[in-house]
């Protein structure tokens, strides 16, 4: 299985880079293939420009695309998974992530509508979330957040635009200066690369 990355912090050397070390550990030990995008190294554009807008109000799937745009699709059309790997910034995922979204999952590729059904052109059967976060996940959970994470992840940005299987886990208890969690976050998010 192949697998595409996307990798949403500005810095390597965190405990988000550590994620994506052990998780890719994890895939090659199960004979997985894989390819990152960094978002940051990339320096993606997370904004739409209007010209992206207006591509997408007017629904026009014959619009030209950007090419950095183009090249997310090509990469998506080399997988036959997603992971996203990211920190748990203000309940959501950074800034860039989301405008991966808003710029990625664009009209005629993520969704499009035909004799009134919506439909997608994403053919992908699986895809995990690895999620770091300060608060524990008790916390998210009591608080609603987590359940608010998965809905808004899972349930809108990725099954519903047609990814088969999607799992989150929530690597919480991360709190700066507090290592407690950190092996057990750590072989979590090797085994999900084993598991996938």
Not at 32 to 53: A, C, I, K, W
Not at 103 to 121: K, L, N, P, Q
Request: charged letters at 25%.
């Amino acid at each position: 299985m192949h697998v595409y990355i996307l990798f949403a912090h500005p810095s390597r050397k965190s405990f988000s880079g550590e994620v994506l070390e052990a998780f890719t550990e994890g895939l090659s030990e199960a004979g997985h293939t894989y390819e990152v995008g960094d978002l940051y190294s990339m320096n993606f554009r997370p904004e739409l420009s209007q010209e992206e807008y207006l591509r997408e109000i007017s629904q026009d799937a014959g619009s030209p695309l950007p090419g950095d745009v183009m090249a997310e699709h090509e990469k998506i059309g080399r997988a036959d998974a997603l992971a996203f790997i990211y920190p748990l910034w203000w309940s959501d995922c950074p800034a860039k992530l989301k405008g991966w979204f808003d710029r990625v999952w664009t009209y005629g590729y993520a969704y499009f509508y035909e004799d009134g059904e919506r439909g997608t052109r994403i053919d992908i059967e699986k895809a995990v979330v690895l999620c770091s976060a300060g608060h524990t996940e008790e916390h998210l959970e009591g608080t609603g957040i987590a359940e608010s994470m998965r809905s808004v992840m899972l349930g809108d940005r990725l099954l519903g635009v047609g990814v088969k299987n999607v799992t989150m886990e929530i690597l919480g208890g991360m709190v700066p200066g507090d290592d407690s969690c950190r092996e057990i976050n750590l072989m979590r998010a090797r085994r999900a690369g084993r598991n996938l």
